[in-house]
C-alpha cells in the first residue's frame, strides 16, 4: 500500500531528507548563504470553518454513509490544492483558506453518480481528488456562489474490474493509484507501462483527466492513447464510451474526456490497453557535445521507427548539475547533454533494437555512458523530493512544460529560456531543460527553474510563469504537453484555441453541468 502523501511537500514523508552537502554547496554557490524555511506544523495550518449547512452535510451522509464524510482538520488539509511548488509554499505558511468544506470518499459508481447529481442539485462545488498531484492549479476551485465545497475522494474505487487477455485490454476504477495498477494487473502476467514523475501517487482517473504522460511515452505512448473506453459520472446521467477499438461513429468523444479535469464529469472507471510485462528493461546512457547535437540525434532516432521505450535528453546545465540523476545533484558531471535511451521487451526484440538505436547514436556523434542509464532509473521519481529540500534552505524551484515540432524546437527552447531569465534576474536564476518526449514530428521541453526565493516566492514564480507562458504561445507552442490546464494555464489556452474552441468548451460546459458545481474555474476559459 502507498504510504500517504506528505501534506505539505512531495511523497512519502520518509523519504524527505535534508539537501546533500555537496547539493548544499552548489546552492550556496549559485544563490548565496542558505536560509532555512521551516514548515508550519500540521495543526496550525489555518483552515476556514466548514461552510456546508446542517442539512447538507446530513445529505452526504445519508448517500456514502456517516464514515465516510469527513469534515475533521487534518482531512480537509490534506485535500487543500495539489503539489505546485505555489500551492506548497502556501501549504508550508500555513495557508490552508481553500480547504474544501467536508471530504467525501464515495465506494463506487452508483454513489459518485449520486453525490454529482446531488451538488448539482443543491450548488454544491464539487473536486473531484485522484492523488492529489495537480501541479496547475487543478485542486483549487471557485468557492463564490455556491453553498459549500466538498472534496470527491476516489480513493475507495480502487479495484482492477476485468481483465480481457484476449484482446490486451483491463478495466481499472478511477482511484487506483499508478502502483497498484501494476501490482493488479501484475498478477495476470501483465502491465499498464505508463510511468509519469507522479506515478507513485497518482491515480488512473488523473491520469485520464489530465492526459498525462509516462516516461515510457516512446514507446508505450501518452496515457491518452492507452485508453480504450470510459465511465463518467455527470450532473445529467452517465456517460458510458468505448464500444470497439475504433469507430467512425462520429466525433470520438472519448477524447472530449481526456484532459476535462473533472469539468464535465467524475471518471470513475477506465478500460485500458495492457501488454505483457517485459522481462528485460536496459537503460543507456549517451552524452552529446551539445543540446543542439543530441536534438538532432533524437529527431533521427524518432523519424526512423526505431525510437526506444523511453528516451529524453538534458540540455547543459541540467547535465552539469547531474538533475537527471538526482542523487548525484552537485557532485561532478563527465558534461556534454546526457541522453537516456531505455529498452524493455522480451530479449529477442531488446538487443536488435539496442544494437539499431546505437549505431544511429554513435553515428550521429554520441558517446555511450556506462553509468548514467541505470543511475537514472534508480532515481527516476526522486526528483521532487530534492525540490522540497531546496525549498528548505530559501531557494524556489519550480517546472515548468511545453511542446512543439521539430523545426520551431529551437526557436522554442531560447524563448522560454529567455523569458524566464528575464523575469528573474535579480535573484540568480538558474534554467535548466531536458526533452522528455518524443514523437515523429515534434517533442516536449520540459523546464526546471531556480532562483533565490524573496518573500513568500508566490509574486517571484507567478512573474516566471506569465514571461514563460507568454514566450510559448508567442512561439505557436502548446501551453501544456501533460500537466494539464488547471487554473494556472487557463489564460493562454484561451490565445491557444480561439474563440471558437473556447465557444465549444463553454457549450459543452453549459450543458453538462449547467449549474456549474464541477469543479469550478478550472479549465474553462
Not at 546512457?285 to 543540446?291: H, K, L, T, V
Request: glycine residues 12%; proline residues 6%; contains cysteine.
Amino acid at each position: 500500500m502507498t504510504t500517504p502523501m506528505h501534506w505539505a511537500r512531495w511523497g512519502d514523508p520518509d523519504q524527505a531528507a535534508a539537501l546533500p552537502e555537496a547539493a548544499r554547496g552548489l546552492v550556496e554557490l549559485a544563490f548565496g548563504p542558505a536560509e532555512e524555511r521551516p514548515t508550519t506544523p500540521l495543526a496550525e495550518v489555518r483552515v476556514p470553518e466548514p461552510a456546508l449547512a446542517a442539512d447538507l452535510l446530513a445529505g452526504l451522509r445519508d448517500l456514502v454513509g456517516a464514515d465516510h464524510v469527513h469534515i475533521d482538520h487534518e482531512t480537509r488539509v490534506r485535500h487543500t490544492r495539489g503539489k505546485s511548488t505555489s500551492d506548497l509554499l502556501r501549504m508550508r505558511a500555513g495557508d490552508g483558506s481553500d480547504a474544501p468544506d467536508a471530504v467525501v470518499r464515495p465506494a463506487g459508481h452508483d454513489e459518485v453518480q449520486a453525490l454529482v447529481g446531488w451538488c448539482a442539485e443543491h450548488r454544491v462545488a464539487l473536486v473531484p481528488f485522484g492523488g492529489g498531484t495537480s501541479v496547475v492549479g487543478g485542486l483549487t476551485v471557485l468557492r463564490e456562489g455556491y453553498a459549500g465545497v466538498v472534496s470527491l475522494d476516489l480513493g475507495r474505487l480502487d479495484a482492477l474490474v476485468s481483465v480481457d487477455a484476449e484482446s490486451g485490454t483491463a478495466v481499472l476504477q478511477a482511484g487506483v493509484l499508478g502502483p497498484a495498477a501494476e501490482e493488479l494487473l501484475g498478477a495476470h502476467g501483465l502491465m499498464l507501462g505508463h510511468f509519469p514523475q507522479s506515478y507513485r501517487y497518482a491515480s488512473v482517473g488523473g491520469f485520464a483527466a489530465t492526459r498525462s504522460s509516462g516516461q515510457a511515452s516512446s514507446g508505450y505512448g501518452r496515457f491518452d492513447a492507452l485508453v480504450v473506453g470510459l465511465t463518467v459520472a455527470t450532473p445529467i446521467g452517465t456517460l458510458e464510451l468505448g464500444s470497439a477499438p475504433a469507430s467512425a461513429a462520429g466525433p470520438d468523444l472519448r477524447q472530449l474526456v481526456l484532459g476535462s479535469e473533472g469539468a464535465f464529469g467524475v471518471i470513475t472507471s477506465v478500460t485500458v490497453r495492457v501488454r505483457p510485462v517485459p522481462s528485460v528493461k536496459v537503460y543507456d546512457g549517451w552524452r552529446f557535445d551539445s543540446f543542439a547535437a543530441g536534438t538532432a540525434a533524437l529527431r533521427a532516432l524518432a523519424q526512423s521507427g526505431a525510437a526506444p521505450t523511453v528516451l529524453r535528453l538534458s540540455d547543459e546545465n541540467e547535465t552539469a548539475i547531474n538533475l537527471a540523476q538526482p542523487d548525484q545533484v552537485g557532485g561532478a558531471s563527465a558534461g556534454g547533454c546526457l541522453m537516456i535511451a531505455g529498452f524493455e521487451g522480451e530479449p529477442a526484440d531488446v538487443e536488435p533494437a539496442r544494437v539499431v538505436a546505437s549505431a544511429r547514436l554513435t553515428r550521429a556523434g554520441g558517446v555511450r555512458d556506462e553509468t548514467a542509464g541505470p543511475s537514472w532509473a534508480a532515481g527516476r521519481f526522486h526528483g521532487p523530493y530534492l525540490r522540497d529540500a531546496m525549498l528548505d534552505v530559501g531557494v524556489l524551484v519550480e517546472t515548468l512544460e511545453t511542446a512543439t515540432f521539430w523545426s520551431g524546437l529551437p526557436g522554442l527552447y531560447r524563448a522560454v529560456t529567455a523569458a524566464v531569465t528575464g523575469a528573474l534576474a535579480d535573484d540568480a536564476p538558474l534554467v535548466l531543460c531536458h526533452v522528455s518526449h518524443v514523437y515523429p514530428t515534434g517533442a516536449s521541453l520540459y523546464f526546471t527553474v531556480a532562483a533565490k526565493q524573496r518573500g513568500d516566492g508566490l509574486e517571484q514564480w507567478a512573474r516566471a510563469k506569465a514571461a514563460a507562458s507568454d514566450a510559448i504561445v508567442a512561439a505557436g507552442a502548446t501551453i501544456t504537453h501533460h500537466h494539464a490546464v488547471g487554473r494556472d494555464h487557463k489564460p493562454w489556452l484561451a490565445q491557444e484555441i480561439g474563440p471558437v474552441g473556447v465557444e465549444m468548451l463553454r457549450a459543452v460546459k453549459e450543458r453538462l453541468d449547467p449549474h456549474g458545481v464541477l469543479n469550478p474555474g478550472v479549465l474553462i476559459p
